[in-house]
């Protein structure tokens, strides 16, 4: 692609996967796969409570287009709001 008379590479592979998808031994790859997949798995599970703690007012796609940096803000506010609720005689969640 091209930008500006500019080259640029849209995707950049770091050399890790590179070279282990390039050179790696079949268990290297297949070990690669598998934490790539339970990483998937986790933030996934992550956005779903994310979502049903939100109750309604973000969607699962919006919540899958935050950044990390806005995931990990939003479940720190909702941690500090559970803290607050637990001492409430009346609690709101």
Not at 41 to 68: A, K
Request: proline share 5%; hydrophobic share 35%; aromatic share 12%.
């Amino acid at each position: 692609m091209r930008a500006g008379g500019i080259y640029i590479n849209p995707i950049e592979p770091s050399d890790f996967f590179y070279v282990t998808f390039k050179y790696g031994t079949l268990q290297e790859k297949q070990k690669m796969i598998r934490s790539l997949q339970e990483e998937a798995t986790n933030l996934i599970d992550g956005i779903i409570s994310l979502v049903y703690y939100m109750r309604g007012s973000i969607s699962y796609e919006e919540m899958l287009r935050r950044t990390p940096g806005e995931r990990d803000r939003i479940s720190a506010f909702l941690d500090k709001r559970f803290e607050i609720e637990k001492n409430n005689p009346h609690p709101v969640y």
